[in-house]
């Protein structure tokens, strides 16, 4: 069953969604994923956030470009947490999805990240955080994450004291 809900509001999002659904795997979340737009259908946007949570999902990830109203307009018709992914664009270098999504109004929010593949990666980790309150083995696993992070810095001290 899965855990974390990925949804896009195109196809043309996967490029940078991808990054969230390779963190989950690496902490070892069960996801969904499915191409969801407020815009373009929004029927199915709202049947999707309205049984999500019977569904047992526990967070949804929703990842958009431009006028990016999926994440906000998802968490208007759940009572889960929602992280929303700004998607990086050609026009307005994602600013218009950032700006589109952190705005929410007061009472409905949306957990904003970066830009982009590091806030795609991020939401992932994030969603991993929210379930690993109440999961010992995804905080292990996150713990593990740390410290492999930390080796990563240790090998680039050595780099630099090579150069
Ligand atoms: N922002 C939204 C929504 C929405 O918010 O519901 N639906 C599609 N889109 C965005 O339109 C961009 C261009 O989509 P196409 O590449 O399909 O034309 C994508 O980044 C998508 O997230």
Same mark, same amino acid.
């Given at each position: 069953?899965?855990?974390?809900?990925?949804?896009?509001? *195109? /196809? &043309?999002?996967? %490029?940078?969604?991808?990054?969230?659904? %390779?963190?989950?795997? %690496?902490?070892? /979340? $069960?996801? +969904?994923?499915?191409?969801? *737009?407020?815009?373009?259908?929004?029927?199915?946007?709202?049947?999707?956030? +309205?049984?999500?949570?019977?569904?047992?999902?526990?967070?949804?990830?929703?990842?958009?470009?431009?006028?990016?109203?999926?994440?906000?307009?998802?968490? &208007?018709?759940?009572?889960?947490?929602?992280?929303?992914?700004?998607?990086?664009? $050609?026009?307005? $270098?994602?600013?218009? $999805?950032?700006? *589109?999504?952190?705005?929410?109004?007061?009472?409905?929010?949306?957990?904003?990240?970066?830009?982009?593949?590091?806030?795609?990666?991020?939401?992932?980790?994030?969603?991993?955080?929210?379930?690993?309150? &109440?999961? &010992?083995?995804?905080?292990?696993?996150?713990?593990?994450?740390?410290?492999?992070?930390?080796?990563?810095?240790?090998?680039?001290?050595?780099?630099?004291?090579?150069?």
């Amino acid at each position: 069953m899965a855990l974390v809900g990925v949804i896009m509001g *195109s /196809i &043309s999002d996967w %490029e940078t969604m991808k990054h969230t659904c %390779e963190a989950l795997e %690496e902490l070892g /979340i $069960s996801y +969904e994923k499915e191409v969801i *737009s407020a815009h373009r259908t929004p029927e199915d946007m709202f049947e999707y956030a +309205e049984t999500a949570r019977d569904r047992g999902l526990k967070v949804i990830i929703a990842g958009a470009g431009g006028a990016a109203h999926l994440p906000g307009m998802v968490a &208007s018709k759940t009572t889960l947490p929602v992280i929303g992914v700004p998607v990086k664009t $050609s026009t307005l $270098s994602g600013v218009d $999805s950032l700006y *589109s999504i952190v705005q929410m109004p007061g009472g409905v929010p949306v957990a904003t990240v970066a830009i982009g593949k590091a806030g795609a990666k991020n939401a992932g980790i994030l969603a991993a955080q929210i379930i690993g309150t &109440s999961d &010992s083995k995804t905080a292990a696993r996150l713990a593990n994450h740390q410290n492999q992070l930390k080796e990563k810095v240790a090998e680039m001290r050595d780099n630099l004291a090579d150069q």
